[in-house]
């Protein structure tokens, strides 16, 4: 079963929970939402940037306003939870502004590994009030992979990255889109909660029992490979302590032609374990086409920079300088727009319709 | 949290559960318990090979009755699901059977990825007459990979395989228990549900959410990194299309320093994928030492090779093969005894202790 959010039926009004973080990194879900998503943003929910617009905190969102209370947003029907907890458990003010949320009648939309259906107390209220508690990463995945009825003539395209967080679902949606502006068939695919919440439906991959995550990817294909090119958003990095099976089990399910390889310029170790520093980007071009390669030939097509810390200058230079390394397209799908990628994905489709 | 199976504390007396499949390939779990478990095995349950025994039918277990009721089986207090019922799903038979040992008071133990103490009737039953359903799969896992505190020390060796089903359990103990009579503090853990019900302890990887792959197996290290010798329970392969992340995490989660590569002479396609050909054990023992190598050095150092379809003169011929093709020891640990693998871990600690 593929995750269906309330975000594919009618529009909602979000308020988006980003208390103490809300910044471009921590608050990436709220980022995404208001850049990509199909709701209204109404308000930001942080009591420590109160008067503060989205625009001036997060660089999107135009006039969006950062509220402390939800009676300062009282057209929002949906709670958006935009971060992750420290520690990973609920903090009891989230659970006091979730309780006062649901019991307005409003819905709560959350990313978080433990699911708030799941916790007695917020399963009760909802109930009471007639809210929903949609919980993006909530699956019962248990299919295992056949290798049955995929569509050869569909492009399958997968982001991969150096590291977590460096812009593996911003490339595939830039590219998707982009794709659809000069007239093709493409669809970006899901495989993240920020995705999922955007688009609307997807499979959030990380969140699979291990045996059936394979045969969770391959279901999602199945399911889209109408179309004739699918941006599939990456996970993790096949280098990561933490990730490396997501990151494979995306590429054995979806089985890729060709992959976008991702990073951000200046980052030297993976993101919350500064003793593990970054594979070089040539030896991780190498490890993606061969750990890929046990069960479908691809190949990396082009390079995502995400030049967040860079001047214009050093744009320039770092751009200049992989292309030269790798002998690839290189850009920043912000700053740059995504054309020499777009590029470089209906040149594989070429070559391999021959 | 590792999973702590009921066989770690006194002896049980079990009927194990095979109906209509107790062969060596489908009651695979029935034979490591009765060969390696800690437990009385009182009888077999399959209504038809009734009178049967287990020497005949798994070429283990002796006189052990087959029996076509629990009644036939009076001694008992524990029923064992010994194979995985067809489609996944709990057959309306077993159920009854369930029902019926339950209302004894008997124990269940399973390794099913559908939990019974999720069961309403189940449950219900267990609660009422006292019995404990003990999902050995059940886990709750929610850490992620620190990379800390890993004591360099303690030699990690992981059986990993040309597919499932060629051994990696039965020569990862057969090791440690060489080891073992050799006078060395080596210890065999479990990773699945079948050697976490021999060994009463262990991690049932496979039923993991993947984000807390790597953390739970590397967690499972640290727990047993005061003996000198891991034998670490390998999963799957890295070329499966069903499980391949599954190896990857437990290849990254303990970073071996070495491997003992199993296969099944004469096997030519994955086990119920017969349109996906095997990789050879060249280029097979290439890509664990480069995935296995995105995190730590390691290095295939002995190949186990499975015999079972081959008569003695086919082994010997199979046995020179491969050690000319692969320069390295090889042997059966059923037919020739586990001591060319045994030199080979050992004198890999010589070389790393150096």
Redesign the interface.
Known sequence: MMTDSAGSQNPRRLIILTEGQTDPIEAKTAVAVMRYGKDEVVALLDSTQVGKTAQQLLGVGGDIPIVARLDDAPTADTLLIGIAPAG?RLPSAWRATLLDAIGRGWNIVSGL??FLSDDPELAAAAEHHGARLHDVRKNRE?D??R?QGIRSNCLRIQTVGQDCSVGKMVVAVEVARALARRGHDAKFVATGQTGIMIEGDGCP???????F???AVEKLVLANQQHDILLIEGQGS??H??????T??LL?GAMPQGMILCYEAGRKTISG?D??PL?PLSRLRN?YE??AG??HPSRVIGIALNGRLLSAGQMDEERAKIRDELGLPVCDVYRDGPDVLVDAVLALRASLIG
Chains 1, 2 share one sequence.
Not at 205 to 211: E, N, Q, R, S, T
Not at 241 to 246: G, T
């Open positions: 990973g590994h433990d248990r295992v992979a290798r991959v990380d969140c699979v029992v291990a045996d995550l394979n045969g096949i280098t302590p933490r990730y490396s099976p997501v494979l089990g054995h374990m003793s593990v594979v490890l061969k750990t046990i069960m």
